[in-house]
């Protein structure tokens, strides 16, 4: 006789019920690898996401990379209508043929989002389930029309989004939560294990918000870049060995406290010195 596990029925499946799918609407499009698809196939994530963005009638939503529409379809469906950015041939050809969705076939590091907010006469709210190999170079790309956009969310790598959002004292903390921190509020929405994507990738995701802040701090993002790369050269070591050369070199008179590892210095104390270059 098989031993019964705890709380099991006789005669009745306790396995736990796979997630459930989305209708597998990919008519043969085989997933390219180049282009990083790993398409959502999880309702309950996709609602969770759907529901974390809140898109309404009248707003301009800007979808990057959005593959066989797992998102663009509950998304549209709120907003009445909705403009793709898509590289895939194929499947920006399927997209247009739907007349709620304005397609740009592109790379969406070629693509004017000023243009776009312009033609939209409003500030957009940008989503997209990203491809991974090119996340950081699309978040830069978007950095300077900041203040064309209401607020971005994201499907990134989980280890990207905590380091977007890590704190001062985090182990976390580098280059890219300075970089980005100091133009955007930003927040983890949502988490999303591999299963629910088909292929599915390696690594965990997360879904990121980012709201540009109202306040723009006067810094040439430029001279913060080249100053916080300084910093965080040398992790371990106190700052002194490293910002205190940059300071040096450009004849900064400044206070700042040098004592300090460059992971212990908040946003506000980096943009205050990289103001104070010429
Ligand atoms: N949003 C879909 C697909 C995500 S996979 C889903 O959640 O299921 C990433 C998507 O980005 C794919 O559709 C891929 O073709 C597209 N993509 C990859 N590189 C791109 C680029 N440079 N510009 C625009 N889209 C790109």
Redesign the pocket.
Known sequence: MRPDRPGSRPGHDTRPQGPKRAVAGGGGHIA?KR??????SDLGVIDEIVRAIAPKPGQSLV??????A???NPVVERSERLTV????RD?AARLRKRSELQVIE????KVDFGAIARDAGQKLRVI????YN?SSPILFHLLPWADHVVDQHF?LQKEVVDRMVASPGNKDYGRLSVMLQWRYAMENVVHVPPEAFDPPPKVDSAVVRMTPLAEVPAVDPQVLEKMVAVAFSQRRKLLRHTLGHWIEEHGIDTDFDLQRRAEEVPVSDYLALAALKR
């Open positions: 390219r282009f990083g698809q790993h398409f959502l979808e990057i990379g959005p593959g066989l797992a998102l663009t950015i898509e590289l895939d499947l592109s790379d969406v590091l997209g389930n990203l491809p090119i499907m």
